[in-house]
């Protein structure tokens, strides 16, 4: 069975780092790219970026660039989002994700809530 | 890049159909056949229903489709059930990174 797991939720403070995680499990993890979606409080979905495990090949979404850093570790079929320094706009709900050839999700994680609040 | 422009709701009765339409560019939808469709229930993560305009995954009921014309992707919703009311958002490939609509809540009347 195909799994997406996530790290739990996390409350930071304005200008802390933070580095959440997604562990893949039931298929080759290298494979397919995973990719990472917010959804700030009662809005819509955006990209963020897709990462290759294979070769780390990485894309952002032009709005995320330089705001956010993804990477993978293959040897633990794990992808890490990562905030160097947090924004209270940072708060919001992110899931990652499997994407196919044809860019869409197969599969998705339970989502990791950020709360960024003095 | 800007997000595509889907209504902000639609509604309908049980057994009715609805359409969701979905706008982008020559750019994103216009240009690829990647168009994806995305059903989020509240407090839940969102859930493939149509990829590639037209394409449903295994489990997905018959009474969702896709279509796409010009700069336009289109989901229906036929024979509309209540556990359909949900938030349903479409997602087209844009040339190295891809695009969300903004949503349209479906409420089933």
């Given at each position: 069975?195909?799994?997406?797991?996530?790290?739990?939720?996390?409350v930071?403070?304005?200008?802390?780092?933070?580095?959440?995680?997604?562990?893949?499990?039931?298929?080759?993890f290298?494979?397919?790219?995973?990719?990472w979606v917010?959804?700030?409080?009662?809005?819509?979905?955006?990209?963020m970026?897709?990462?290759?495990p294979?070769?780390?090949?990485?894309?952002?979404?032009?709005?995320?660039?330089?705001q956010?850093?993804?990477?993978v570790?293959?040897?633990?079929?794990?992808?890490?989002?990562?905030?160097?320094?947090?924004?209270?706009?940072?708060?919001?709900?992110?899931?990652?994700?499997?994407?196919?050839?044809?860019w869409?999700?197969?599969?998705?994680?339970?989502?990791?809530?950020?709360?960024?609040?003095? | 890049?800007?997000?595509?422009t889907q209504?902000?709701?639609?509604?309908?009765?049980?057994?009715?159909?609805?359409?969701?339409?979905?706008?982008g560019t020559?750019?994103?939808?216009?240009?690829?056949?990647?168009?994806?469709?995305?059903q989020?229930?509240?407090?839940?993560?969102?859930?493939?229903?149509?990829?590639?305009?037209?394409?449903?995954?295994?489990?997905?009921p018959?009474r969702?489709?896709?279509?796409?014309?010009?700069?336009?992707?289109?989901?229906?919703?036929?024979?509309?059930?209540?556990?359909?009311?949900?938030?349903?958002?479409?997602?087209s490939y844009?040339?190295?990174?891809?695009v969300?609509?903004g949503?349209?809540?479906?409420?089933v009347l």
């Amino acid at each position: 069975e195909v799994q997406l797991v996530q790290s739990g939720a996390e409350v930071k403070k304005p200008g802390e780092s933070l580095k959440i995680s997604c562990k893949g499990s039931g298929y080759s993890f290298t494979g397919y790219w995973i990719g990472w979606v917010r959804q700030m409080p009662g809005k819509g979905l955006e990209w963020m970026g897709i990462i290759h495990p294979a070769d780390s090949d990485t894309r952002y979404s032009p709005s995320f660039q330089g705001q956010v850093t993804i990477s993978v570790d293959k040897s633990i079929s794990t992808a890490f989002l990562q905030w160097s320094s947090l924004k209270a706009s940072d708060t919001a709900m992110y899931y990652c994700a499997r994407v196919r050839s044809g860019w869409f999700v197969d599969y998705w994680g339970q989502g990791t809530l950020v709360t960024v609040s003095s | 890049q800007s997000a595509l422009t889907q209504p902000r709701s639609v509604s309908g009765s049980p057994g009715q159909s609805v359409t969701i339409s979905c706008t982008g560019t020559s750019s994103d939808v216009g240009a690829y056949n990647y168009v994806s469709w995305y059903q989020q229930h509240p407090g839940k993560a969102p859930k493939l229903m149509i990829y590639d305009v037209s394409k449903r995954p295994s489990g997905v009921p018959d009474r969702f489709s896709g279509s796409k014309s010009g700069n336009t992707a289109s989901l229906t919703i036929s024979g509309l059930q209540a556990e359909d009311e949900a938030d349903y958002y479409c997602c087209s490939y844009a040339g190295s990174y891809t695009v969300f609509g903004g949503g349209t809540k479906l409420t089933v009347l």
